[in-house]
């Protein structure tokens, strides 16, 4: 990614929030030339941070110590909340922390969270990349103990995804950069956003940019990418874009059909209640489709049904006899297949046509027949 990065620890910064008893949030916030982090280490401790492209820097001819207070000081919130605060002033650099390990286990060895790859700081995903390996690495010593399986097989499956998840990372930090001009030289990157949706990056564009990563690559339990579910990759896209709401792309139609043309019949590893367990998939290239989890109880239901109504009472159906999934699940599956190819999707006017929406803050769903039910969506859309 080309990026420099700067910070030092200041005593007694303020908090922009605070949150129950003892808590508060990090902060990530933009500056013309690159992005501030301010991370509260405890009440009184703050790690104030400041990444910008290594080309600016060079360009600038100006110490880094230099750049990092003209970032605190033209960045408004962190200009505010170190009014009253003091530096340790020992300001501390790094470059070139974007890795990935050639491999990720060996004889008696794993590579767990950031000793295997590091993305980048933007997200601050570092612990959700060592929960989820540290998770896999458990299931894979369970096995070898067990020997019940192929053990070079689930060791290479857990290099393999625990790789991937870092990659799928590093694109997540690709597009923030892409999507707030910082496109440095991420020339092949960047051909292929404008490819696609121009520089001007609209959620929808981004959000299918982001799928090819891989939404269906994991474990095979739920849709995800890099770890994070569909609901988390949304409101990443969508705070990263802000230009619009992110619309689901199931609303559309009202007749979907399962789209296997070119797909080949495989098996696949799946973790699941401290087992791994061998099963079916298709695979088209380097996309996935799990025949298990929540992906398999869509998948048949789709066999069954085609109209959207339908398939929702078929998927609940499996949610009352199975009661592992929810509706949500479901959809947010539905909605992956859709993008990923595996679905297609038609609107026939002569058939109902529900809307699917989610509250982001309760985590509810609803299901509207009625599009005059649906805020900001004009009948006839």
């Known amino acids: 990614l080309m990026n420099v990065a700067v910070w030092d620890y200041w005593e007694n910064a303020e908090w922009a929030v605070k949150i129950g008893v003892g808590g508060t949030r990090v902060q990530v916030l933009s500056v013309p030339n690159g992005w501030v982090w301010f991370i509260p280490l405890g009440p009184t401790r703050t790690s104030i941070g400041f990444v910008c492209p290594a080309a600016y820097y060079k360009q600038s001819d100006r110490s880094l110590e230099e750049l990092y207070l ?38 008696n060895w794993f590579l767990i969270g950031e000793s295997g790859g590091f993305a980048d700081p933007i997200l601050a995903g570092g612990l959700t990349l060592t929960h989820e390996s540290a998770r896999h690495a458990a299931y894979v010593i369970l096995e070898l103990e067990r020997g019940e399986l192929d053990g070079e097989a689930i060791k290479e499956h857990y290099s393999e995804s625990n790789s991937k998840r870092v990659l799928q990372f590093m694109r997540f930090a690709e597009f923030w950069y ?14 292929q956003i404008a490819k696609e949706a121009g520089l001007n990056l ?6 299918r940019w982001l799928s090819l990563g891989g939404f269906n690559f994991g474990d095979g339990a739920r849709p995800g990418l890099g770890g994070l579910d569909l609901g988390a990759v949304r409101e990443v896209t969508s705070i990263f874009t802000t230009n619009s709401k992110l619309e689901w792309e ?46 398999g109880h869509v998948f048949y239901a789709l066999q069954q049904e ?57 985590e509810e769903s609803n299901f509207h027949d009625n599009v005059d039910e649906i805020p900001g969506l004009e009948k006839g859309a």
């Open 70 to 107: 003209e970032a605190i000081e033209r960045q408004p919130r962190a200009k505010t909340l170190t009014r009253n605060a003091t530096r340790e002033g020992e300001t501390r650099t790094t470059t070139d922390w974007s890795f990935l390990a050639d491999r990720l286990v060996g004889e």
């Open 178 to 191: 892409a999507a707030n001009g910082q496109f440095g030289e991420l020339q092949e990157f960047s051909a």
């Open 202 to 207: 609209s959620p929808k564009a981004a959000f």
């Open 250 to 295: 199931i609303n559309k139609f009202n007749v979907f059909r399962l789209n296997l043309d070119g797909a080949e019949e495989d098996k696949m590893f799946v973790l699941d209640e401290g087992r791994i367990h061998v099963k079916d998939c298709y695979r088209r290239g380097d996309q996935v489709l799990p025949i298990s989890g929540v992906h």
């Open 306 to 362: 085609n109209e959207i109504e339908r398939i929702v009472n078929r998927l609940r159906e499996r949610i009352a006899m199975y009661g592992s999934f929810r509706v949500d699940d479901a959809i947010a599956t539905m909605e992956i297949m859709l993008l990923d190819g595996w679905i297609s999707g038609k609107l026939n006017k002569k058939r109902k046509r529900i809307f699917y929406e989610l509250n982001e803050e309760t």
